[in-house]
């Protein structure tokens, strides 16, 4: 162990036993949750010469940030209208458990001194990029349930929610061509404007990252990513109050961007999870560690097998069995719900390892297409469930060597070799 990681390891011990120590009320509730944002602004400014991990660390930031405030600093109208598990007590464990979770994170995802760039040698491969495409226009067209809608309900079907994937393909195999690249764009910005319209705005913000990070990786810094980020917010805050009757009549942007303002920039799709991952936290304190544990291991695997049973989705089998909730709900709070407090600084520890291999691997192509993947995902798997974490790495894995064969196989073909019609511009 290095000097460093030792100072690391003993920063987090002192940490563990204040938890221990200090009684839970609402004035060391409040004192955590500073803490978490103080330490959710370290990670943010560790992060900045890496462009993917400036997005990661900003959208957990303001997350973060409207936690504290909307349920904690400031709370009223600001926080969630639902209270069968908010009170003093859980939510003290619960703020304990994001300020151990943000705390690990923030030490060991590593420092970068100077700009880490993003790089995918393009491959130009005209079959696989017009099979993308093709796959990109067909989501697009039958990916959402075209009803007419009152009130938001989820439109988008689960492929919908994947398109990042083949977008990310589609580019990797676009080559040199400009044309090629405005078309992925053109698509990508389509697929957004419905998802939009629809009353989304996750799943756009997944592609909006994608064209970030491989069409437009030249032209952002981390000041912009930053501009752009209050810009986001305050679109948010447009769709919200479009999908409130489906209507962009009696929308004032004036007076949005007043109540915004008096909200004080508090986003409330973070706040809503939060409460998601109160029902988490009470409801492990109910039911037995063996039903738990079984929860765990059905998770595991249906990462690989795609199926998506009850048990192993913590937000819907609590909802269903023990306290309603909205949906979603933090990362840690699901793997305390698996095994407590171990659980949170395993998954907090794993990530920032992911952060770091992932991140600085730019000679091996795979490894940066999956933190391309772990980077565009992050609104779902640190807002929802952990699931969108690593399935879809699992399927990018696939997707990747997949058409990586293919390529191989079409560049060695005789016919390619003797045409070239199809490789290498």
Known sequence: MTVKN??????IILFLVYLYVCDISQPTNNINAILTLLFSVYLLMKCKNNLGLTLVSFFILYSTYSIVIGEYLVA???????VEVKNTLNYGVLIKGNLIFILILSLYTKRFPKNQKIHLNLKNNSLIYGITMTALIYILIFGINRVKLTTYVVSTK???????LLILISYYYSGKSLIKKVMIVLLTILLMLQDFYYGGRVTSIQLSFMLILTVFINYFTYFRVLLLGIFGVIFNSLVAEY?????IENINITEILNNFKNNLFVFDTPVFAYYASGTHVAAAHLINFSTRIKSFFVFIASNFTGSNYEIA???QFVDHYYFDNLGGGLIFSHFYFWLGWFGIILIAFLISQMFNILSTSHKNEYKTVLFIILICTVPRWYLYTPLLLFRPLVMITIIFFLFKYMNRVMENSPINIKKGAIYNE
């Open 313 to 315: 989705n913590v937000t």
């Open 76 to 82: 009223g109208k600001l926080s969630v209208p639902m």
């Open 6 to 11: 030792l100072y690391k390891t003993i920063i």
């Open 243 to 247: 999908r409130a009757e489906y209507s």
């Open 158 to 164: 689960p492929m919908y929610e994947y398109a990042y």
